[in-house]
């Protein structure tokens, strides 16, 4: 195992951090990373807003139910989907843009995600360590409203960045035989193999909590989705210019 595959399998969410500072100038080199990676037709859809202002990240703990790590890591990162740099760039060919296709909202959104990973990664390089914040989506019209966010931006997710003060379990993930494939989808054996794998998880959860949680990966997902997962997205989503078509 090389160190890049062995420092992608270490992977952890850190969400306590040290009060050592994070300098801007690796923040900046973050970013740069996070710029290199792959982009669909080199649409580079993906702005990051860094929060430093206490009142703003207080504002955005709140909207991310409470998580205080959003108010208390070093560094906090707001990932956006931004289709705006190219209405801009259509205005400068005299250009019709030809906007509110899903096919965009997919592309700019997939951008996103492959930004941050690279940031994330990176951090990791530097012995600094993270977690996303999806949440931050619960209250996405305040947080759009907080971030001053134009038409045709959306905010997709946070990200918490700084030097760990923890040193967490690496969780279990998937058996490969569920998420590998070959020629077809043949999920022959699946429910056996996720049977085991939720004992791992169950154990995972009792060593990290001591006890105080015994919950299996089915138990997990099968709780969740019988919810409303934030039906306040889609016309969140249209009022912002997205998936009109």
């Not at 019709?96 to 990791?124: H, K, P, W």
């Not at 996720?194 to 919950?215: P, Q």
Request: overall charge negative.
């Amino acid at each position: 195992m090389n160190t890049v595959i062995e420092l992608l399998r270490s992977h952890r969410s850190i969400r306590k951090f040290s009060t050592d500072p994070v300098s801007q100038d690796i923040i900046e080199e973050l970013i740069q990373a996070g710029q290199c990676a792959a982009t669909s037709r080199f649409i580079q859809a993906c702005t990051v807003i860094q929060v430093t202002d206490p009142t703003i990240r207080e504002k955005l703990c709140e909207a991310a139910a409470g998580q205080l790590y959003v108010k208390e890591s070093p560094v906090f990162l707001v990932f956006c989907a931004d289709m705006q740099r190219h209405q801009l760039a259509c205005d400068m060919h005299d250009a019709e843009m030809l906007s509110g296709f899903t096919e965009q909202f997919l592309t700019a959104s997939l951008d996103c995600a492959l930004f941050a990973q690279n940031v994330l990664i990176a951090a990791e390089s530097l012995g600094l360590g993270g977690c996303y914040i999806g949440a931050i989506r619960n209250k996405i019209a305040e947080v759009d409203e907080l971030l001053r966010l134009p038409d045709k931006v959306y905010p997709v997710f946070g990200m918490c960045l700084g030097y760990p003060a923890q040193d967490p379990e690496i969780k279990p993930r998937l058996p490969l035989g569920v998420v590998l494939k070959q020629q077809n989808y043949d999920d022959d054996g699946d429910r056996q193999r996720i049977s085991a794998y939720d004992e791992l998880v169950r154990d995972y959860y009792r060593t990290r909590t001591g006890g105080t949680k015994d919950n299996s990966w089915s138990e997990q997902i099968s709780d969740m989705l019988v919810k409303e997962a934030r039906p306040h997205m889609l016309p969140f989503l249209q009022s912002k210019g997205f998936l009109l078509k």
